[in-house]
């Protein structure tokens, strides 16, 4: 069962801090230390003293070794400790007291393995209501009084400063709104609420102040009704049953007939108590906790924190794999996606100057424009005289001009250009920063969240790893949602869920198989804590969806996601592979046992070579899968990093070249001819020479990770391909001749070409972001 940590945890004192042994550990050490001392005691040929140390040492694991069984029953099911009590007994029965310590030794051995793989990596994380405002800011009158939460009613007037979260749900009375509701949706974009519109709890004022009117109180707002959901769901969730427990409930039958069998058939009881002690499913006991303790171990030092044995054992078994868009198959951060200019201007200066005004806005696009200037090296100028209106954008003066960036009225200013500019965007579920100079628009940035490079990798993988259905669940709106699925191979969407919508199903789903949920924000908290397996995408993700958790991911690379997969399948195939063997290995025992070729214990002995063997193949998982992720030389990944960075670099040149094809658009003027040779210009001295790098230096140093030259001949035959359609480009200049005009036969072959390279570029850079730099951390 998920439990979510109270708000504020109450300082112990130092004396409420001491925590006595665990009992398994208590017993370990004093099983041990008879089995130690009895072994001095015979190797000196006292065997009183020995017999009397083993035999102690079997009485002290027989209480807690009985209050384990009892445990078990009450939740319904007969563990293997079982075994062990009733071999304990019979060897204190018959006498043999060294059986007896042996068989202590290892039931404790197995008892605080399994504790340990529990306690594995599990941690305090935040609590779920870290982020709720604790107290609201009411307007009466005049003034603004600053009061708690709890004693908001509805009807109040409230006022919510820039950056605040919005404490209760209500209208906007006085704005508008300005707000990041990706707490709640997921979906990175802000959103403008204007008078009367509604507004719910938990998002963030992106803009200026704001008055609200609350429609509901602090416990029947949206995100009070997060939290209960997660609660609710999370309390659905069954303990986990051990995997040992599992094969038990044949073992432990077959055991005791054959026990039993011997005894009536050979009338000796040490016959039975031999085929108990080599029955005694150490193999069991071992082999679950070990390779469990091993993968946990393994996954840590990937940056995958799970929460103990039972979610890395779930997840092992999981066919059904649910995924939250923005933030977790996404980067969560809108990205420049490309940059147009009006006629007569360049889109390198359109972002510039974007950039240049955004620089001292909190708006989330502007952060983007101004990180996207900066990639690409233009210089900004410092703007004056900046006002900021919230939902609209900036306004100053940038290099003597006045300057504004944010919407604009399509159809208001119903041009051709801005109309063209407004359908890409919503054909690429873009959204637009359009630049006005002068008040005349004369450049538009399109903005998105970019799919992860990683994403498609990790799909690939966790199919690999045995996942069956993959599907995504998003707040987002259906267009984006789709595009996104079939980019990844998913097998199905639903988009413009609620949380509540996210849980349900999640519900249908795990009626079905076992079940895992990923995701990042707020409103995933509730699907988290519903599945079988909850991970959250902890780096940049909120305190409610880690908390809801079993599992979550340090690292911001999704990949790690596969990695979990991968170590949880290998992990609980090795601890079903040892079981197995360990147990036919018992069977043979039990069964010479049972003619009265193995005595009590020498059989414990013999259990003992089992175990170590089951032990030794048991951690194996903390071995490395070599063919999940290529081993890449330093060298190697210094080379991805520098062409990476250069990717971004280059964005321009895709930029340009798309200008060029849009201008011929208008016919085969001097303007359309002088930006086709500024694309052919940076094509050859900037694009061309990239590729050619990466041809001789990169793909050379990747072919012994990938296999050899063959894994990227694809990638070669496009640099190829790319190579060739600027020779074409080339080719129609020399055509064009020098009186600078274009002959309208070349204007097609020449558009076709400009598209044709822009889209094969594109794909390459995103097919080698995608399989070559994903690889590099």
């Known amino acids: 069962m998920k439990r979510f940590l109270p708000d504020k945890v109450p300082r112990r004192p130092p004396a409420a801090r001491f925590r006595p042994p665990r009992p398994e550990a208590a017993v370990l050490a004093i099983t041990s230390a008879a089995l130690a001392a009895g072994g001095v005691f015979w190797l000196t040929g006292a065997t009183g003293p020995a017999d009397l140390c083993w035999g102690l040492g079997t009485v002290a694991a027989v209480g807690p070794a009985v209050a384990w069984v009892l445990a078990a029953l009450r939740r319904g099911h007969a563990g293997v400790d079982l075994i062990a009590v009733l071999a304990l007994a019979g060897t204190l029965a018959v006498g043999e007291y060294l059986a007896g310590a042996l068989i202590a030794l290892m039931l404790a051995t197995g008892r605080t393995l399994e504790s340990a793989a529990q306690r594995r990596a599990s941690h305090d994380l935040r609590a779920l209501l870290e982020r709720v405002p604790r107290t609201a800011r009411r307007r009466v009158g005049p003034e603004v009084v600053a009061v708690p939460l709890a004693e908001v009613a509805v009807g109040d007037l409230l006022v919510v400063g820039p950056g605040e979260v919005v404490p209760v749900d209500g209208l906007v009375v006085a704005g508008p709104a300005v707000l990041d509701e990706s707490p709640l949706t997921g979906e990175s974009r802000t959103v403008e609420r204007g008078p009367d519109q509604p507004v719910r709890s938990g998002v963030v004022n992106a803009g200026g102040a704001f008055e609200l009117r609350a429609s509901a109180t602090e416990q029947d707002s949206t995100y009070a009704g997060i939290v209960r959901l997660a609660r609710q769901a999370g309390a659905e969730s069954a303990p986990v049953v051990r995997l040992a427990d599992r094969y038990a409930a044949w073992f432990l039958p077959l055991a005791v007939a054959a026990a039993g069998l011997a005894w009536l058939i050979s009338g000796s009881a040490v016959r039975a108590v031999a085929v108990l002690v080599v029955a005694t499913p150490c193999p069991l006991l071992l082999a679950a906790p070990v390779a469990v303790v091993s993968g946990l171990s393994r996954a840590s030092r990937l940056g995958v924190v799970i929460r103990d044995g039972g979610a890395l054992e779930n997840l092992g078994r999981a066919r059904t794999l649910l995924l939250d868009k923005t933030g977790t198959v996404t980067s969560g951060h809108p990205q420049v996606l490309d940059v147009t200019a009006a006629q007569g201007w360049d889109p390198a200066e359109v972002l510039r100057l974007a950039a240049s005004l955004d620089q001292y806005s909190p708006h989330v696009l502007a952060r983007a424009l101004v ?58 579920g873009a959204a637009v920063a359009w630049l006005t100079v002068d008040d005349r628009p004369v450049g538009a940035v399109l903005l998105r969240d970019p799919l992860r490079h990683d994403a498609p990798r990790t799909v690939r993988r966790l199919r690999a790893a045995g996942i069956r259905r993959l599907v995504m669940l998003t707040g987002d709106r259906p267009e984006p949602a789709r595009e996104t699925a079939v980019v990844l191979g998913l097998d199905d969407v639903r988009a413009e869920l609620t949380p509540a919508d996210k849980v349900a199903a999640v519900r249908a789903e795990r009626d079905h198989t076992v079940t895992v949920m990923v995701g990042d924000g707020v409103n995933d908290a509730p699907a988290l804590a519903a599945a079988d397996i909850g991970v959250a995408m902890g780096a940049h993700g909120s305190t409610a969806s ?147 790098a990466e041809e001789h230096q990169l793909y050379p140093a990747l072919a012994p990770a990938l296999g050899g030259p063959e894994a990227t001949a694809t990638m070669s035959r496009a640099h190829a391909e790319i190579e060739r359609l600027a020779q074409r480009v080339a080719t129609h200049l020399t055509l064009a001749g020098a009186d600078g005009h274009l002959a309208p036969q070349q204007l097609d072959d020449l558009r076709a070409c400009l598209y044709g390279l822009h889209t094969v570029l594109r794909l390459h850079f995103t097919q080698e972001e995608e399989s070559y730099f994903s690889l590099a951390p």
């Open 546 to 692: 880690s908390e809801a958790a079993d599992i979550v991911l340090t690292t911001d690379r999704v990949d790690r996601l596969a990695d979990a997969v991968s170590i949880a399948v290998r992990a609980r195939r090795l601890a079903v592979q040892s079981a197995l063997g360990g147990m036919l290995l018992s069977l043979a025992a039990m069964t010479a046992a049972a003619f009265g070729l193995l005595p009590p214990a020498v059989g414990a002995l013999l259990q003992e070579g089992i175990d170590v063997a089951v032990i030794l193949n048991a951690l194996r998982a903390l071995r490395i899968d070599r063919s999940a992720r290529p081993t890449l030389e330093p060298a190697t990944e210094a080379l991805i990093h520098h062409f990476a960075a250069e990717h971004d670099d280059l964005q321009d040149v895709l930029g340009a070249v798309r200008d060029a094809a849009d201008r011929l658009s208008d016919g085969p003027g001097p303007e359309a001819l002088s930006s086709v040779r500024t694309a052919h210009r940076l094509l050859t001295e900037r694009l061309l020479p990239h590729e050619y």
């Open 371 to 428: 990180r996207a200037a900066r990639k690409r090296g233009l210089r900004l100028t410092v703007p004056v005289d900046v006002s900021e209106t919230p939902g609209t954008g900036p306004s100053g003066v940038v290099s003597g001009r006045r300057t504004a960036v944010g919407r604009l009225d399509v159809r208001v200013d119903a041009s051709a250009w801005t109309r063209s500019v407004d359908n890409r965007a919503l054909l690429d």
